[in-house]
């Protein structure tokens, strides 16, 4: 066998054993490699949704964390729809992780930001999206 054939199955077996590792040891080892990205990128932006949070509550929240940078309004009917419960995260900023949310739960709702007006209005996806 060649010298090149050999680095080559070197190679393949330690990719093979490296994947089953870390698929068996998923549980020790990924909280691992996430606690290295978050000191090397910074710390992800969180939000976590409890079941019956609704997306006026979430609205209300997400204005507050941002320190009113941009609000965020939405129809009376839109008010009554529930988020989809579960831990939320985001890298860059709040405003990434509200579209994130809304982008996860795009089955009952729809949004239209303006960036140069700073607000992000959420609406039912059977109404029409406008903020006036």
Known sequence: MSKLA???LKL???AIVGSLLTYSLDYYVFPFWERILAISLGKPYVYKA???ITVE???NDMTKRMGSRYIITFTPKAAQVQIGPGKYKARKDWRNLV???LERNAGNLR???DDHKRYIH?????ETCKKE
Do not use: W
């Not at 959420?122 to 059977?126: E, G, K, R």
């Open 50 to 52: 409890e079941p019956g």
């Open 122 to 126: 959420i609406c039912l996806s059977t």
């Open 111 to 113: 949004y239209v930001v």
């Open 99 to 101: 579209l994130y949310v």
């Open 6 to 8: 050999k680095s080559f």
């Open 12 to 14: 393949l077996i330690g």
């Open 57 to 59: 509550r979430f609205a």
